[in-house]
C-alpha cells in the first residue's frame, strides 16, 4: 500500500507560480513512476505530467508544456510540480498517483492516488 499526500495548492493571480509537493509512503519508492493530473470545474480528470526515476523519463501535457516541469527527490520519497506563467483555465484539483511495476499507460492506469489539492488561478 502507498499513501500519498499533497500540498502546496492555493490562489494565485495569472501569471504568477505555484509548487505542488507530493510526499509517498513506501520502500520502493525509487522504482514508481509518479504523475500529476488535474480535473478543472465540471470536467473529467486530465494527465498533466509524469516521471520516471531517470530525468530522461518525463511526459508533459501540451496544454502545459513549458510552463510546468515536474522533478522528484528519491531520497526525500517526493514528487514535485513546478506550475509557472499560469492561466485562469489551470484551476483544477491536482492530484498526485504512483504506478508500479508494470507500469501502465503514463497518462492512465495509475495504482495509487493523493486526496487532491485546489489550485484556484484568478484573472
Known amino acids: 500500500q502507498v499513501a500519498l499526500v499533497e500540498s502546496g495548492g492555493g490562489l494565485v493571480q495569472a501569471g504568477g507560480s505555484l509548487r505542488l509537493s507530493c510526499a509517498a509512503s513506501g520502500r520502493a519508492y525509487s522504482v514508481y513512476r509518479m504523475g500529476w493530473f488535474r480535473q478543472p470545474p465540471g470536467k473529467e480528470r486530465e494527465f498533466v505530467a509524469t516521471?520516471?526515476?531517470?530525468?530522461?523519463?518525463?511526459r508533459i501535457a501540451d496544454s502545459v508544456k513549458g510552463r510546468f516541469t515536474i522533478s522528484r527527490d528519491n531520497a526525500k520519497n517526493t514528487v514535485y510540480l513546478q506550475m509557472t506563467s499560469l492561466k485562469p483555465e489551470d484551476t483544477a484539483v491536482y492530484y498526485c498517483a504512483a504506478d508500479i511495476p508494470p507500469y501502465g499507460e503514463y497518462d492512465r492506469g495509475y495504482d495509487y492516488w493523493g486526496q487532491g489539492t485546489q489550485v484556484t488561478v484568478s484573472s
Open positions: 516521471m520516471l526515476s531517470s530525468v530522461g523519463s518525463t
